[in-house]
């Protein structure tokens, strides 16, 4: 599963590459610091493989589930951001399932490069709360543990307000209100739980691997 889920991001990094336009700009770029300040909102479908023997067994982990994250970026380089999502998986001919609420709340460190690649790492505190439905009882809780992340950010000519030559703007001109870029997303990440193996129950690790598309506001 993990070659499968690997060589299809791959081919998808790639594709987007290439199929990406020079011509879209970074609103930040060329602006020094903290004069950078910019608010962003994604989508993104993630997939997780979780470490937990007892879901491994049980549940399907090859699904790919829907993430709404907000950030802001405050500077240059670094932008603090918020992320959850809700994952469900049945089990058992449908007997048990499994749900998850991951949030996250963390900080990115950005590497722009040029006008219209961003890679980018981030860390941030996660917290899942979980249930598990069986027959005739329920488990549920909430976890406390940390979220790695790293990736790279494609920006497209949707939605881009920056194409237009600058020479037609006069010392007035106010762009209209809305978006200012689109960007196409891949991460791929970790979440960390029962560190150095501390701590009891369930084990809510998971290697994730996400896609999605970003608006720059």
């Given at each position: ?72 970026r405050f500077h240059y380089h670094y932008a603090a951001y918020l992320e959850g999502g809700f994952v469900r998986a049945d089990g058992n001919s449908d007997q048990t399932a499994i749900q998850l609420i991951p949030v996250t709340l963390g900080a990115s460190v950005l590497f722009p490069n040029g006008k219209n690649v961003e890679p980018f790492v981030g860390l941030g505190f996660s ?91």
């Amino acid at each position: 599963m993990y070659i499968k889920m690997s060589n299809f991001f791959v081919s998808l990094f790639c594709f987007l590459l290439f199929t990406s336009t020079a011509q879209a700009e970074d609103p930040g770029f060329g602006k020094a610091g903290f004069s950078t300040q910019e608010s962003r909102i994604a989508f993104r479908g993630i997939g997780e493989a979780w470490q937990e023997p007892s879901f491994g067994s049980v549940y399907r982990s090859d699904r790919f589930y829907g993430f709404l994250g907000m950030s802001h970026r405050f500077h240059y380089h670094y932008a603090a951001y918020l992320e959850g999502g809700f994952v469900r998986a049945d089990g058992n001919s449908d007997q048990t399932a499994i749900q998850l609420i991951p949030v996250t709340l963390g900080a990115s460190v950005l590497f722009p490069n040029g006008k219209n690649v961003e890679p980018f790492v981030g860390l941030g505190f996660s917290v899942v709360n979980f249930l598990e439905q069986i027959p005739n009882n329920s488990i549920s809780g909430t976890k406390l543990g940390m979220d790695f992340r790293t990736g790279i950010r494609i920006a497209t000519r949707f939605l881009n307000r920056m194409n237009h030559p600058k020479s037609v703007y006069n010392e007035n001109y106010t762009p209209p209100p809305g978006p200012k870029q689109l960007d196409i997303e891949v991460m791929f990440g970790q979440r960390f739980h029962q560190l150095f193996g501390v701590g009891e129950g369930f084990n809510l690790s998971a290697f994730r691997i996400g896609v999605g598309m970003q608006l720059r506001l």
